[in-house]
């Protein structure tokens, strides 16, 4: 069995900053892309960022400049760090990864979800 496991959420201020952490763990071979998705109240999930294996990243562009994503593969970990963080970044923060197992069967895994909430 293979399982996302994210960590980091948590309630700041806007301006302030927070780290969002994913560690994948089981019988996995490799993993391809790893990233993060968001969903707000009432909107559907959205593409925040990310990395290849090789190490290519991609981000939506209300993000840009502000978020930076990186990813260990030797723990199987992807980080988000996240700055100048603003009301409209605010919740549910979902890590995502593609990954072949043991048993080379390809997985696309979701992990809990973790809320960030941005407020004064």
């Known amino acids: 069995q293979v399982q996302l496991v994210e960590s980091g959420g948590g309630l700041v201020q806007p301006g302030e900053s927070l780290r969002l952490s994913c560690v994948a763990s089981?019988?996995?071979?490799?993993?391809?892309?790893m990233g993060w998705y968001r969903q707000a109240p009432g909107k559907e999930r959205e593409l925040v960022a990310i990395?290849?294996?090789?190490?290519?990243?991609n981000y939506a562009d209300s993000v840009k400049d502000r978020f930076t994503i990186s990813r260990d593969n030797a723990k199987n970990t992807v980080y988000l760090q996240m700055n100048s963080l603003k009301p409209d970044d605010t919740a549910v923060y979902y890590c995502?990864?593609?990954?072949?197992?043991?048993?080379?069967?390809?997985?696309?895994?979701w992990g809990q979800g973790t809320q960030v909430t941005v407020s004064s």
């Open positions: 995502n990864a593609k990954a072949l197992t043991v048993s080379r069967v390809r997985v696309n895994l």
């Open positions: 089981g019988s996995i071979f490799n993993i391809n892309d």
């Open positions: 990395t290849s294996n090789g190490g290519s990243t």
